[in-house]
């Protein structure tokens, strides 16, 4: 990447900077959260659809912990790359891009690992049914054992978007969402001389696409990232910098983690209750993905240009960092909870549930979309705090939205649901009530930060 490309950093419009670096994350983000939809749209119209996105419901968890441990090692490297740059260490900044490819190699390895002797007892945890359970143990264990896509672009997107190489990120991103889209119904019904795979298919064209999104990624980094060196030796790891990688990266894979631990949670407690609340909740979730990774993208142009600011001292380009951040992703949640608020009935129809579990989702998307525009303040937060390296802020935002202030709600709520499901809606009021909560802690959280980091400036 040539030498420009970084210093924009330090030196462009704050608000245009993030416009034009953060909308090609921002379409990248949405992008994937919209082939999770129609993933879930193609499975749904199968014979037996609504099994079959129960299964996927389940699978998700583990899923969400892979992209976890990717995006959350990405995000140590990304904030340590960028610092790195920003102090005019090319050297160092080389060699955690090279041990970010180390680290790689060795969560893909552990997730294979997982792939062969836990799927089973993972899926038998929460659910009994035989037939929703022998589907989500094929669709994960193929996801499981074919997790070099997943982990290597996960870390290469963050290394791409440190290097201000945002465009190139996307592209690969598209690319591989696109390739998953057109093999989806040829893998899953049976098309073009292919046999018809099912949910395995379903899998089979997901890997295919996180496959090429990697490779086009790795292309992009040897090809135009001149930021750093490549080359064997910067594989090599070293011990400071796994842990300069980390210091940032484990409280970003844990607060990533939290939603799988969430869902889980969320799939065992409201299973309780109706085995339709779990199908509706998880065809809400990735629904709501949608507007949430939109917010995500923001939050993951924010951290890089916060971070090279800080390692140039700049405060008034830190504060503008923060300013603008914020009123960018409220902006974003705002329209998302307009949008769905407009068009839940419509989204719902999409997919083949019954009339309880299509009503049970309606009311999911109008009541916890409520919630956006708080959940906004919070992820963009989580931007600056990690940018900052204070990366303990970001986990402790993380806790209070995925656990703290949502399971023992939900299993409230959950408790208070009549035997028909009339009064079902109820157990969606958890999330508003997680939401504004934390959004309250987080503002708490960055005058602390301020007062300590960029005050002093």
Known sequence: MEQKSVEKMGTAPIGKLMLSMGLP?????????????????????????????????????????????????GVGVNVLLAKSLGQQDREKASMVAGNAFFLGIAITLAFVLFGLFGVSPYVASQTPDPVVSGMAVKYLRICCICP????????????????????HSTTAQISGALVNIVLDPVMIYGLLGCPALGV??????????????????????????RS??????????????????????????????????????????????????????????????????????LRDTITPI?????GTRNKKRITDGVKYGVLYTLAIMLAGTAALELFAVPLCSVFRLSGTTEDLCVSAIRIISV????????????????????????????????????????????????PGLENAWVVWLTFPIAEIATSAAAIGLMFKIFRKKVALL
């Open 228 to 297: 750093v060196d490549k080359g064997l030796k910067y594989i090599r790891p070293q011990a400071d910098l796994v842990k300069g990688i980390y210091a940032v990266g484990i409280p970003a894979i844990i607060a990533q983690a939290l939603m799988s631990f969430m869902t889980y949670g969320i799939n065992i407690i409201l299973v309780r209750a109706s085995a339709a609340l779990v199908t509706a909740y998880g065809l809400y979730y990735k629904i709501q993905q949608f507007i949430l990774f939109a917010a995500f993208g």
């Open 200 to 225: 395995a298919g379903a899998a089979y064209a997901t890997v295919t696409g996180q496959l090429a999104s990697f490779l086009i990624a790795l292309f992009f980094h040897f090809k135009l990232n």
């Open 25 to 73: 994350v921002i379409l990248s983000m949405m992008l994937q959260a919209l082939y999770n939809i129609v993933d879930s749209g193609f499975v749904s119209n199968m014979a037996d659809g609504e099994n079959a996105l129960n299964a996927l419901t389940l699978a998700f968890p583990v899923q969400m912990l892979m992209v976890a441990a990717s995006v959350g090692t």
């Open 371 to 418: 919630s956006f525009a708080f959940a906004g303040v919070s992820i963009a937060l989580q931007g600056v705090f990690q940018a900052l390296e204070g990366g303990d802020s970001s986990l402790v935002i993380s806790l209070c939205r995925q656990l703290l202030f949502v399971l023992p709600f939900a299993w409230l709520f959950t408790s208070l649901i009549s």
């Open 306 to 310: 916060v971070s090279f600011n800080n």
């Open 148 to 167: 070099v896509g997943i982990v290597f672009f996960g870390i290469l997107e963050k290394l791409l978007q440190a290097t201000g190489l945002t465009i």
